[in-house]
């Protein structure tokens, strides 16, 4: 621990052992009679001033601030009453004195205010950690191959960049030249290196972690990656939770309502049912002590910044505590289907050729055909197809509109389409029964079979939807644009609930107010969405849920909660971490009170059985076993 203490840390730590150090000797000297003479009693209470105030002093300082600037109802307040009234007992003969519980009370506040301070900055240190991703420059190659180091926000998109092994990747871009390994746990949570090369896509705040890569930028620092996430981070303190800004209205009322108590107790209970006046003065320093609200004020924060900082270790990005503990009570979710539950991508997932037909010859025939095609349907084959496109081998290629499209490839005349051409050609071909887009392929008017294109799901997507079950979410619903056939078929394959289909972006924003009424009263739902169309209806749902990988820059910035590894059963993740937060936010609160409380009315006048000493547990030890619970939020149990 002593390593990571802050200077001001490690001064106040000493300023505590050398308090403690001298209130051990004086109870040393005091339990051997040292101050049994005729003016023991004033040197006693001389000797326990000295650690009183060496541990102290700034605490009184901060009460009499408060006090001449007339904001004095905090914490300091409570307890330089509470020592001054301890030592102030010496006053009344009748009274046993209590200066070594008043210096104790200090000396053990101090020290749960400086594990208060550790704790908080361990935690806000462990997410800096994670989110250490800013990269400090960039490399640009000069005329003669040396590079110089530049500072990123000098970079302009288009500008070329080198990414040397063991790097940060400084800006969004892609890759020019060059192969390598990226590791990219600090955005995604994924421990798997992730491979690029010529073409690929590269974000921000990875590490190279192999070979030398050049990469031609495709936005400015102040729009990449790593920038809106730092934002997002930064941000997210400020979006408090319900139960958060209920503990700090609590705090502001509740501190003059405990002072006032007090007084009751030290001036009504010997007036109204003839009590000691020592013992009610006692009495009421007790309560003071106890009623310390710093458990409540600090383990709650706390418990939300370490939900935050576990999710953001995952690759999970809550934009602040309020949406935790919004996901926490998700009661229905509804998903965007492409790019959310499927790739997004169109992909070849089946060849029928017909009996005697070569699979590999039709796909080249297909291929050679939608050789000028650049549409998404014509890429996926061209994609499929593993041998050369010769293009001296294909002529007289026509686009039949709605229909595919006509080809000479080889001397031999290619049909490509769909149900429509093959009728209109008088070409008798079969139908299929794969879900996707079937494209038919004829040669010199002979049916040779068909290709199957369609959006494959995400490998995780069936897991993410148990997932969500098992944690309690009672309903997972698909709202999408695809044909009915598709919905019911990929919602069939993941054990989706309910499935609306052929949906505008408004008619998702009608489905989700839908859905919204049919939650319970503390129930919420939850959207999931990934593309431009979705920010609506991420604006509108309790909670909105993004890909921040390949989402949109609308969705990610409508959306509460960003997931940067695109994978749907991070969402059951993320919400067992909201619950277990909460779980620890309200044990802390119950136990904390319920503590104070009980030994509140131990300390009563008439029952009279708490102590000082009872009074420190019942607040530092109470604070201090609130925040080690409060630090569990940091660990995820996946």
């Avoid at 991508?345 to 060849?351: D, S, Y």
């Avoid at 420190?616 to 201090?624: I, M, Y």
Wanted: include cysteine; proline fraction near 4%; hydrophobic fraction near 50%.
């Amino acid at each position: 621990m002593a390593s990571s203490l802050t200077k001001k840390q490690r001064k106040t730590r000493n300023r505590i052992a050398v308090a403690l150090g001298i209130f051990l000797l004086l109870e040393i000297a005091s339990h051997l009679g040292a101050f049994d003479g005729p003016y023991g009693l004033w040197i006693e209470f001389a000797c326990f001033l000295v650690p009183y105030l060496i541990a102290g002093y700034d605490v009184l300082a901060k009460a009499w601030h408060g006090i001449v600037h007339r904001q004095p109802f905090d914490e300091n307040l409570l307890m330089s009453i509470a020592t001054i009234g301890a030592f102030a007992l010496v006053f009344f003969p009748e009274a046993e004195p209590h200066m070594a519980e008043g210096a104790a009370v200090m000396l053990f506040y101090q020290v749960g205010e400086l594990f208060e301070s550790y704790a908080v900055g361990k935690t806000r240190k462990s997410i800096a950690a994670m989110m250490d991703i800013a990269p400090d420059y960039a490399n640009i190659a000069g005329p003669d191959g040396t590079l110089e180091q530049v500072d990123p926000y000098d970079i302009k998109p288009g500008d070329e960049i080198v990414i040397k092994p063991g790097e940060r990747v400084p800006l969004d871009g892609v890759v020019v030249s060059g192969k390598s390994q990226l590791d990219t746990s600090a955005l995604t949570g994924e421990s798997v290196p992730c491979v690029v090369e010529e073409g690929v896509e590269v974000v921000s705040g990875c590490i190279n972690m192999t070979g030398l890569i050049t990469v031609r930028v495709s936005r400015p620092f102040g729009e990449s990656t790593v920038s809106r996430i730092l934002e997002l981070v930064e941000n997210a303190s400020e979006k408090k939770a319900r139960t958060e800004n209920f503990i700090t209205r609590f705090a502001r009322y509740y501190t003059p309502i405990v002072v006032g108590l007090a007084v009751l107790i030290a001036v009504v209970s010997p007036l109204a049912f003839g009590s000691n006046w020592s013992d009610s003065v006692r009495s009421a320093l007790i309560f003071l002590v106890v009623s310390c609200p710093c458990a409540l004020v600090i383990s709650v924060p706390l418990s939300f910044f370490g939900g935050i900082g576990a999710a953001s270790r995952a690759g999970i990005l809550v934009k602040g505590s309020s949406y935790l503990e919004t996901l926490a009570s998700t009661e229905a979710i509804a998903f965007d289907k492409t790019g959310t539950l499927t790739n997004g991508t169109f992909n070849v997932v089946a060849v029928h050729a017909e009996e005697n037909v070569d699979p590999d010859l039709l796909l080249s025939y297909a291929a050679h055909a939608e050789a000028y095609s650049d549409h998404p349907i014509a890429v996926s084959v061209k994609a499929k197809y593993s041998g050369t496109i010769d293009a001296e081998q294909i002529a007289e290629v026509q686009e039949l509109s709605g229909q595919g499209v006509s080809a000479q490839v080889k001397q031999h005349t290619v049909l490509v389409g769909n149900d429509k051409l093959m009728a209109a050609q008088g070409i008798p071909f079969h139908s299929c029964r794969l879900v996707g887009t079937i494209l038919h392929v004829a040669v010199d008017g002979e049916y040779v079979g068909h290709i199957v294109i369609a959006d494959v799901l995400k490998d995780d997507a069936a897991q993410a939807i148990r997932g969500l079950h098992e944690a309690g979410v009672k309903k997972a619903v698909m709202l999408t644009g695809d044909c009915e056939e598709v919905a019911q078929a990929v919602a069939k394959d993941l054990g989706i609930d309910e499935v609306y289909a052929q949906l505008m972006p408004q008619d998702k924003v009608s489905k989700v107010e839908e859905l919204l009424e049919a939650t319970s009263e503390r129930g919420k739902l939850a959207f999931v969405g990934d593309g431009i169309n979705d920010a609506p209806v991420l604006m509108r749902s309790d909670i909105g849920i993004a890909m921040g990988g390949m989402g949109s820059d609308a969705a990610i910035e409508a959306a509460d909660v960003v997931l940067m590894d695109d994978k749907p059963s991070s969402i059951a993740l993320a919400i067992r971490i909201a619950r277990k937060t909460m779980r620890i936010v309200w044990q802390n609160i119950i136990f904390a009170i319920g503590v104070k409380v009980v030994i509140m009315i131990l300390a009563l006048p008439f029952i009279g059985i708490a102590t000082m000493w009872l009074a420190v547990f019942g607040d530092v030890g109470v604070a201090c076993l609130a925040i080690l619970n409060a630090m569990r939020a940091l660990r995820i149990a996946k």
